[in-house]
C-alpha cells in the first residue's frame, strides 16, 4: 500500500515559468519530509525537507510547503531552469522509524 | 573521494545463480539502507543496518540477505535470484544524528535477471 503519493508522473514547464510538484501521503504519523531530485543513471540527491511543525521552507529558487490538514505537500521550483529536468520524489519518515517512505516520483521537464 | 559507492553498476545475470551487490561508504556513517526502484512504487526499502553486526528488514526483504562486519559496508546478496528482483538497487546511508539527516545514495546497480 503506497503511503506517499506523486498521482503526477510527468510535468512540462517552460522556462523561467513556475514549477509545482504535489505529494500526498496517507500516515498520520509522518512528520518530516523530503524532496529529492534524480538524474538518469545516477542516485537521488536531496534537495529539501521540511518538518510537521512547520508549514513552509524555502532554500533558493526551491520551496516546499505542508498542508497537514489535507496530508498535502507541494514543492515550487522558480523560476526553472533546462537544469531542473529531472525525476523529483517526495519522501516521509515518522518518529522512530529509520527509513524513508517514497512516492513513486515525478519527472519534470523544464522546457527551453 | 568521500561519499558512497556501489558495484557493479551493471550485471546480468540467470534465474537461481546467487548475486552480491556492494556497498561501501567513506562517512562513517552509523545507518545504512538498500532500496529497489522498480516502475510504479518507487523506492522501496530492503533492508537496513544501524550500525556494524546489527541489520533489520524493511518493507520488501524476501529473496536478500544482508550483512554488516564493518561499519564502511553493508553487501546485499540475493542467494537466489528470481526474475522479479530485476531492479535498479541503491544503497544509501546516514548519520546517527536526527530524524531529519537526510540520507545520502549511491549512483545504483542496474540487475537484470534472465
Known amino acids: 500500500d503506497q503511503q506517499v503519493k506523486q498521482n503526477s508522473p510527468s510535468l512540462s514547464v517552460q522556462e523561467g515559468r513556475i514549477s509545482i510538484l504535489n505529494c500526498d501521503y496517507t500516515?498520520?504519523?509522518?512528520?518530516?519530509f523530503l524532496w529529492y531530485k534524480k538524474y538518469p543513471a545516477e542516485g537521488p540527491t536531496f534537495l529539501i525537507s521540511?518538518?510537521?511543525?512547520?508549514d513552509k521552507n524555502e532554500d533558493g529558487r526551491f520551496t516546499v510547503f505542508l498542508n497537514k490538514s489535507a496530508k498535502h505537500l507541494s514543492l515550487h521550483i522558480v523560476p526553472s531552469q533546462p537544469g531542473d529536468s529531472a525525476v523529483y520524489f517526495c519522501?516521509?519518515?515518522?518518529?522512530?522509524?529509520?527509513?524513508?517512505?517514497f512516492g513513486t516520483g515525478t519527472r519534470l521537464t523544464v522546457i527551453p | 573521494d568521500a561519499g558512497i559507492t556501489q558495484s557493479p553498476r551493471y550485471k546480468i545475470t540467470e534465474t537461481g545463480r546467487q548475486v552480491t551487490l556492494m556497498c561501501h561508504q567513506t562517512?562513517?556513517?552509523?545507518?545504512m539502507f538498500w532500496y529497489r526502484q522498480d516502475l510504479g512504487h518507487g523506492l522501496r526499502l530492503i533492508y537496513y543496518?544501524?550500525?556494524?553486526?546489527?541489520?533489520d528488514k524493511g518493507e520488501v526483504p524476501d529473496g536478500y540477505v544482508v550483512s554488516r562486519s564493518k561499519t564502511e559496508n553493508f553487501p546485499l546478496t540475493l542467494e537466489s535470484a528470481t526474475r522479479s528482483q530485476t531492479s535498479v538497487y541503491f544503497c544509501?546511508?546516514?548519520?546517527?544524528?536526527?530524524?531529519?539527516?537526510?540520507?545520502?545514495f549511491g549512483d545504483g546497480t542496474r540487475l537484470s535477471i534472465l
Open positions: 544509501a546511508s546516514r548519520s546517527l544524528d536526527t530524524q531529519g539527516v537526510p540520507q545520502h
Open positions: 500516515n498520520s504519523m509522518f512528520d518530516y
Open positions: 521540511i518538518s510537521s511543525i512547520k
Open positions: 519522501a516521509a519518515s515518522r518518529p522512530g522509524a529509520n527509513n524513508l517512505f
Open positions: 562517512w562513517s556513517h552509523s545507518y
Open positions: 543496518s544501524a550500525a556494524a553486526d546489527i541489520t
